[in-house]
């Protein structure tokens, strides 16, 4: 737990370094549902108001997926040799090139020009989904296919993994409630006031001619 703690800790300073210099001007207004934002319980946990702009909750989300991940990904170098080969041997291809998003900042990370709709029915963001997503291609090298035991050993350890990645969403989330006050301030004071004067100006332009 102490170590969760740090982490969150580490991430929620990063994102307050980051939150004075966003500009309104770096923000496009989305049409389409992000989905690692939408109903993510990162959000909840972090006390951010819901009119604020994507871009700022979507920083810290990212941050704080982050730490899940890693946590859920060292889990499965420990424990679940079977997903943690598969997954690596992805992971050798995906250095071949073929994840542009990679070695983003986290501000940008997952924030795609034209993501695709949350899915429906899929509300919780601690599942190894976006991960099988990403196993998805086919691999390079042709490899015997798995005989039935080791599907079904496989099938345990995702199951295990989202488990894994379940307890440590929430703990991630529990540890993220003590720096609400922080969040909360940074927000009214970095991004609330620039939203307001956006506002304002948009409503200046929307003023009938005297
Ligand atoms: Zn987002």
């Not at 309104?24 to 389409?32: D, E, I, N, S």
């Not at 993220?176 to 004071?189: C, T």
Request: proline share 10%.
């Amino acid at each position: 737990m102490g170590r969760i703690d740090g982490r969150v800790n580490r991430a929620v300073d990063a994102w307050l370094e980051w939150v004075p210099k966003w500009e309104p001007a770096a923000y496009r207004a989305r049409t389409r549902l992000c989905r690692r934002c939408t109903g993510s319980p990162v959000l909840v946990a972090s006390g951010i108001p819901e009119g604020t702009p994507h871009q700022v909750k979507h920083a810290l989300v990212s941050r704080v997926q982050r730490i899940v991940d890693r946590l859920v990904e060292e889990y499965t170098e420990e424990h679940l040799p079977m997903l943690h080969s598969e997954l690596s041997g992805a992971d050798m291809w995906r250095v071949g090139g073929y994840d542009p998003a990679a070695g983003l900042d986290p501000e940008y990370d997952g924030l795609d020009p034209d993501p695709e709709p949350a899915e429906a029915g899929q509300p919780f963001l601690f599942t190894l989904a976006g991960l099988a997503a990403d196993v998805q291609p086919e691999p390079p090298l042709p490899r015997p296919p798995l005989s039935q035991q080791e599907k079904d050993q496989l099938r345990r350890e995702i199951e295990l993994a989202d488990l894994r990645a379940a307890d440590v969403g929430n703990e991630v989330c529990f540890a993220l409630l003590g720096h609400r006050p922080r969040i909360v301030s940074a927000i009214d004071r970095f991004v609330e006031p620039q939203v307001r004067a956006m506002l304002d100006e948009l409503s200046r332009h929307l003023e009938p001619p005297a």
